[in-house]
Structures are given as C-alpha cells and as structure tokens.
C-alpha cells in the first residue's frame, strides 16, 4: 500500500472540528509508517516513541469532551508529520539540515502534545475509557509495540475481560481477538490471568460466534501452556465447553484445532485426563480422526497421544475398541490422499501407543501394518522413508511374531540394503535389527539363501570399509548363520572369509566376538576347508 492510500481514510475525512478517532487512527497510520523510512533513523525513532505515547494517551479517552480543547493542535501536528514523512519516503525533501530541523521541531511540538495530556490525566480532566482499543484490534497485530501500549495503559486489560462478557456480538468477538493477541507474549499471560480472564473466555466457547470461539480457543492454548492455569479452565466448565466443540458435527478446523491444543494442555493434570476420558473425549476424537480435513486429522491424532501416553492401558482399550487401530492405518494406505506429514504421525502414534501391549501389536499385524512400512521403506519420501525404518526397527524388537512378520515381508533384504548407506544410525540400525531377525530359525533359513547378503557382510567387515561400530552386530549376524551347516559353508566359501580372521587378529572391541566366530567356523570337519582357503588367500 503506497503512502496516500495508507492515510487517505484517515486525511481525506477528517472534518475541522476533528474527530478523536480519526487522529487517533491518523497517529496510528503514521507508528506504521515510520516503521518503513530509510532515512534520518534516529530522529524518525524518537518522534515514533513520541507519537506511540500520544497514541496511548488518547486511544481510550476519545469520547471524553475535554480533548475537544487539545485536539485541533494535535491534529494539525500530527497533518504536519504526514507531510514529512511522506517527504522522507519519497526522497523529494529539498536539503538534508533544513529536514533535519524540521523533524526536530515535529519532535518537540509532539512532546508538547505528549506532556499537556499527562497533566490532563493527573489533574482527572481526562479517564480512559478505553472504548477503541476494542473497535481497532488489528492495531494490536500491526506491531508488538501496541500490545505493550494497550497492556500497560491503566486498566485497559480489566475493561478488555469485562467487554468479552458483552451482549453485543461484535464487542464480544473484538475483546476475544485482543486478548488471544495479548496472551501471544509470555511476559503479558499472567495479566490476564490476574485480570480473571478464564471464566470469560470460557462462556464465549459457550455462547459466542465462531469467530469469538476461535479466538477464545486461541487465547486459553496460549494461556494453558502454563500448567497451573489448567485447574482454572477446568473449574470454570472449560473441559466440558471444549469436548462439545470437539464433539460437533460440522466444527471447522479454525475451531477444533486450538480446541484440541487446549485440551492436550490439559491432559497433563492427571484428575483432569480421568475426567475426559468419563466424558467419552477417547470417542469423540476417533470420531474427528476420520474427517477428511488434515489439519483436524493430525490434532485428533497428537490429542489421542497425550490422552494415552504413559501406561493407560485403559485409554489403549478405548482406542482398539473404538476402531482407532483401523483408523489409523487407514491414513497409512498408500492410495490414501494423505500428506506425508500426516503419515509421520501416524507412524509414531502407533509406535508410542501400541508396541509396548502385545496383543494390540498382533492386531496391528492382522490389520496388514507390517506391509504397509515395508511399502514405505521401498516408496516413502526420506522423511517418511526413515521413520519407517525406524518403527519396523521398534517392531522388530516387541517379539518374535513380529520378527516372523517381518522376515515373511521380505524385510531382511531391505535391511541389508541400508546396511551401506551414508548415515552412521540408519546403518547401526539396520544391522542390530537384522542380528535381531535372524534369531528367529524361519528367518535364519531364509537368509542363508541369500548368498549375496552374506557376501556383503563379510565384505562390510573389513577394516578399510570404516564401519567398525557395526561389526558386533554383523558379527551377531553371522554368528547365527553358523547354527546351520549350509550357513557355515558359505561363510566360509565366501571371498571375503579372510576379514573375519583379520578382524579376530586385531586389538578392537570386536574382536573378541570375531574370534569366537573363527572357533565356531573351525569346528570339526570346517577347520581343514577354512586353513586350506585362508592359506590360499595368505599365501
């Protein structure tokens, strides 16, 4: 917006008499304005600081007759700054001393303004009444200066919290969007809270417009963050108001996600969590789980997390019984339209709630969970690709039905796979799970099928390949292979048999475990076939 149109509303309609508000929105116009010029930054600097204090000392005292006095002359300074600021923007000032002098004489006229108004108020001539700071919240959001103004001018915060009690609609919604813009700054929350804002703001979740609502939600997310303003929502009736929204049927995301937000807040307080779960909140939000709005989808999701973390195996019930499980694999299904965002979180929702009940992860698997992670192990994007690696890696590690699972998936193959890729705990990983699966004689039968991955272990043995913190867990690996006489023919068939002796002769931690695999390769009828091929390889 180019400097005229920005102050036409303001210039073009501002009668002789002058209209409090229309200076007041003036002044306002130009704190923003000044924000943008380039040049003389440090007198622009002080005449802000000056204009923001004449802001705050008439933003709500507009209607008050006694300004009709002062009111002319601020008007006329503050047309006067117009003119030099517009002058400043555009570079068309004739010399820069005679700027210079005029920017100082604005300075001081405006102190004059500044210093005639706090008389005013010390006198009592003037009291706030504070009526604009609700009609123009975007003010608020133009700049955290004016938070500060409207938090820090006499009791503006108590009149905010009496207005969102307000019959009127609009005066309430207003109120709800400048308290959820005051509740942003840390530093300002526990004024609020003082100014007893809790139980307003839950009877506009009650009664008020979707817009209150939404604001409203806003400010108690940001208030909630603080845990021992919970019990103040909760005394009030806010659990009770916000599980309705939750429960609504046709709620839109702008709504039920700050919802969501505060009652995740609240799960942390252990008589509150019991108090949702009585009221059906598990239901409700495996309900909302299947909405086809994403955004409500992943709140829904990271509320069932909170409810459920920590041992509640009650909760876990709810969720199975309800279909939660079906649910969330659904949104895993590859033919799913479904962010990749989304799936992450899936992913780890079932990994945080599932993997330590055994019979839930048996009916994750009948449900067809391990094919869908294999699908994004070979397909993912490399966020979710890795993410699935590591909830198969978690999987892997719950029991040995899951290891069976897995290994029937082909999911010892892709292992190897990543064996020798760049990132050190992707490669770790794959190698302890894989000395995990072939523990399981199923998959141990199946592995020694696969001469190339024996190869490729053997050869990620070798100390040149610098992937000695794996080798425990490769060394794991084939040591299991051993259990088997075909396993051992091939170990030590292989070209590469020699790195495990090289390994055994060496000082690291591994090679104690390297040597006890030679002994059990040169056991019986193997130690002739292993000196003959280590001979020839030596000599």
């Known amino acids: 917006m180019g400097y005229d149109e920005q102050l036409k509303p303001c210039r073009n309609n501002l009668p002789e008499s002058s209209n409090p508000r229309r200076v007041v929105n003036l002044i306002s116009s130009l704190i923003s304005l000044s924000l943008s010029i380039r040049v003389f930054a440090g ?62 004489v604005v300075f001081a006229k405006l102190h004059c303004h500044v210093k005639k108004l706090s008389e005013m108020y010390t006198k009592g001539v003037l009291t706030h009444s504070y009526a604009l ?117 046709d709620c839109r995301a702008e709504l039920v996600c700050p919802a969501c937000g505060v009652l995740r807040n609240l799960v942390g307080v252990e008589e509150i969590k019991r108090f949702m779960v009585d009221e059906g909140a598990v239901s409700s939000f495996i309900r909302l789980m299947r909405s086809r709005d994403e955004a409500i989808q992943v709140s829904s999701i990271e509320f069932l997390q909170s409810i459920a973390s920590g041992d509640e195996s009650l909760v876990k019930q709810i969720v199975v019984r309800e279909g939660g499980v079906r649910v969330l694999l659904r949104l895993l299904d590859p033919k799913w339209p479904c962010s990749s965002k989304t799936r992450e979180v899936v992913m780890r929702v079932i990994e945080n709630l599932f993997f330590s009940w055994s019979s839930c992860v048996t009916i994750l698997m009948s449900y067809g969970f391990v094919d869908q992670l294999m699908y994004y192990i070979r397909n993912g994007d490399v966020s979710v690709q890795e993410l699935a690696l590591k909830v198969a890696f978690r999987l892997c590690g719950t029991c040995e039905d899951a290891k069976k699972a897995l290994g029937d998936a082909g999911f010892m193959a892709d292992l190897v796979k990543f064996l020798n890729v760049k990132s050190f705990e992707v490669r770790e990983m794959a190698a302890e799970a894989l000395s995990g699966m072939v523990m ?47 396993g051992r023919k091939k170990i030590v068939s292989s070209g590469y048999a020699k790195n495990i002796e090289r390994l055994a002769s060496e000082s690291q931690v591994s090679s104690a475990e390297a040597k006890r695999l030679v002994r059990k390769l040169s056991t019986n009828t193997f130690r002739t076939l292993l000196s003959g091929i280590w001979h020839h390889h030596h000599s």
């Open 133 to 249: 700071v609700v009609s123009k919240p975007e003010v608020a959001s133009e700049d955290d200066k004016y938070v500060k103004v409207i938090v820090e001018v006499g009791d503006v915060v108590h009149v905010l919290v009496d207005f969102l009690g307000s019959s009127e609609l609009e005066i309430q919604q207003e109120s709800a969007k400048v308290v959820s813009l005051i509740a942003r700054f840390d530093s300002y929350k526990g004024v609020l809270v003082g100014a007893g804002v809790v139980a307003p703001l839950v009877k506009v979740l009650e009664c008020s417009s979707e817009t209150g609502k939404v604001a409203a939600a806003l400010c108690l997310q940001s208030l909630t963050e603080n845990s021992d303003n919970a019990w103040s929502v909760s005394a009030h009736g806010g659990v009770t108001a916000l599980l309705k929204i939750c429960g609504g049927v």
């Open 440 to 486: 399981v004689a199923k998959n141990r039968k199946r592995f020694v099928q696969d001469d190339e991955s024996i190869a490729l272990l053997l050869q990620l043995l070798d100390p040149e390949e610098g992937n000695s913190g794996n080798n425990k867990f490769l060394i794991s690996v084939l040591m299991s292979l051993t259990h088997c006489n075909s």
């Open 43 to 104: 007198k622009w600097q002080l005449i802000r600081n000056k204009l923001e204090e004449l802001y705050s000392g008439l933003v709500g005292a507009d209607d008050d007759p006694s300004l009709s006095g002062v009111l002319p002359a601020i008007l006329s300074t503050a047309e006067e700054c117009s003119d030099l600021a517009r002058r400043c923007t555009d570079l068309t000032y004739s010399g820069k001393l005679l700027m210079q002098s005029d920017l100082e």
